[in-house]
């Protein structure tokens, strides 16, 4: 578990993990220069504990905790997760009955601790995302999730260098297990606590600049990506319908008949996003649905922001290496 600062959910996390049953082999908590007292309470629940003198972020310090591991298997989880109960023996039966599965991630539950909005939402659409998806996957999520040590080794481990801040590292990683031939299982019943509180700013910098940027990055240098989790086909659609609605509304001044390509858009947004906007609503009413509607289509407008803004930088150092 890497942790910086930690606060009182870094407590409840090592509780969960601590309580889990069956118990895990070892825990290794790796201090990432953390100014608070995150060390002192690892140092009180009795884990092994790791001190980092500069901050590395959570790719290094995973890669910490990983070389002093003495396990086959490493089961990472963010210090603002809280492992269900029968976690360790969910990543226990999964590794064990697949032999030839290298890596198994799981997802948050639905009872976020966070009751505002936007903790809710983003937790929800989530779980919804990885329990909904196919379980055969061609990326990796380290907020819950274990990797055979023999394969994480083979792949060198997360990307310190070029993730030196929490972002994609994880996705980063998973794909390259991918390509590697390895397999990676999504379980939807390896599940864990989130314990974050998101806000505006703080939903915004993780969604766009440490998510939707360097993931879209990736896709462009590398080319390869499968349509799994949030790049399914109707996702992608989504995000042209989302940027095609303001342009259909422009026009409507221009004929009264535009308002059909206005509702045509609306009405497939919907219709390809359909199963999502039901659960929020089973889950927290139609009010919350409403809300959460109104996000899920900024998050569809920003996410196609950054992959335009990468593909403009990609195409002028295509173009014009020297300018790079």
């Given amino acids: 578990m890497p942790v910086h600062n930690g606060g009182a959910a870094f407590r409840r996390c090592l509780g969960r993990i601590l309580a889990a049953q069956p118990p895990a082999d ?16 690892a140092e ?10 500069t901050k590395g972020g959570p790719a290094a310090a995973r890669n910490d905790g990983a070389r002093a591991a003495s396990g086959d298997v490493l089961f990472f989880v963010d210090a603002d997760v809280g492992i269900h109960p029968d976690a360790v023996g969910r990543v226990r039966e999964v590794l064990g ?16 601790s966070e009751k505002n909005f936007l903790s809710q939402y983003k937790n929800l659409f989530h779980h919804f995302i990885h329990q ?31 993730y030196p801040q929490p972002s994609i590292e994880d996705i ?3 794909q390259r297990l991918r390509r590697a031939g390895y397999r ?15 806000g505006v700013r703080s939903l915004w910098r993780a969604d766009f600049f440490q998510r939707a940027l360097p993931w879209s990055q990736l896709i462009l240098e590398r080319g390869w990506f499968q349509p ?15 940027w095609l609605l303001p342009v259909a509304l422009a026009v409507t001044r221009l004929s009264p008949w535009s308002w059909l390509g206005v509702s045509a858009t609306v009405s497939s947004l919907v219709l390809l996003n359909g199963d999502v906007y039901a659960f929020f609503s089973r889950k927290r ?3 919350f649905m409403l809300r959460a509607i109104i996000c899920h289509w900024l998050y569809y407008g920003y996410c196609g922001l950054a992959y335009a803004w990468k593909w403009l930088e990609f195409q002028q150092r295509r173009f014009h290496p020297a300018r790079s």
């Fill in 26 to 41: 070892e825990v290794i908590v790796v201090d990432d220069a953390s100014t608070d007292d995150s060390a002192r309470v």
């Fill in 184 to 198: 990676i299982r999504l379980d939807p019943q390896l599940q864990g606590k989130h314990f974050k509180r998101w």
């Fill in 132 to 162: 909904t998806s196919a379980t055969e996957v061609s990326t990796f999520w380290a907020g819950c999730g274990a990797i055979r040590k023999t394969a994480f080794e083979a792949m060198g481990g997360f990307d310190a260098q070029r």
């Fill in 285 to 287: 009413g139609v009010g």
């Fill in 172 to 174: 980063e990683l998973g």
């Fill in 44 to 53: 009180e629940y009795r884990v092994r504990l790791i001190r980092r003198d």
């Fill in 97 to 112: 009955n697949e032999l030839d599965v290298a890596a198994v991630f799981g997802s948050y539950d639905d009872e976020p």
């Fill in 228 to 242: 799994d989790l949030n790049l399914q086909l109707r996702h992608r659609v989504s995000v042209g319908l989302v």
